[in-house]
């Protein structure tokens, strides 16, 4: 059974920092791309960055870009967002994705991820 926890998520100030972890299990992790997206009410689920072997196959938007890092622990079967220097626009539910790097094809896509978290809320004050 294919499992996906997010976690790390809270409330903190514009400029602040966070680090959200997403521990996964029941699937060969060091074979999935893994990524992040996120939804605020109202809106579609976004993609923030993916990566797939390392952190230099690392993929971001352009709003997160620079501010935002994707790095994965195969070890420990988990991947990690480290958010810095957060604005108001970055509140939303992050959900934490799995595809097979090897059928990956669009990394932005929300529908090339199989396995999904249940989300973890980040909000950031002004």
């Known amino acids: 059974q294919e499992q996906v926890v997010e976690s790390g998520g809270e409330l903190v100030q514009a400029g602040g920092s966070l680090r959200l972890s997403c521990v996964t299990s029941?699937?060969?992790?060091?074979?999935?791309?893994m990524s992040w997206f996120r939804q605020s009410p109202g809106k579609e689920r976004e993609f923030v960055g993916a990566?797939?072997?390392?952190?230099?196959?690392?993929r971001y938007a352009d709003s997160v870009k620079d501010r935002f890092t994707i790095s994965r622990d195969n070890g420990k079967n988990t991947v990690y967002l480290q958010m810095n220097s957060l604005i108001p626009e970055d509140t939303g539910v992050y959900y934490c994705?799995?595809?097979?790097?090897?059928?990956?094809?669009?990394?932005?896509?929300?529908?090339?991820?199989?396995?999904w978290g249940q989300g973890t809320q980040v909000t950031v004050s002004s």
């Open positions: 990566i797939r072997w390392s952190e230099l196959s690392a």
């Open positions: 994705g799995a595809a097979p790097i090897s059928m990956l094809m669009n990394w932005e896509s929300s529908t090339e991820y199989a396995f």
């Open positions: 029941g699937f060969t992790f060091s074979r999935y791309a």
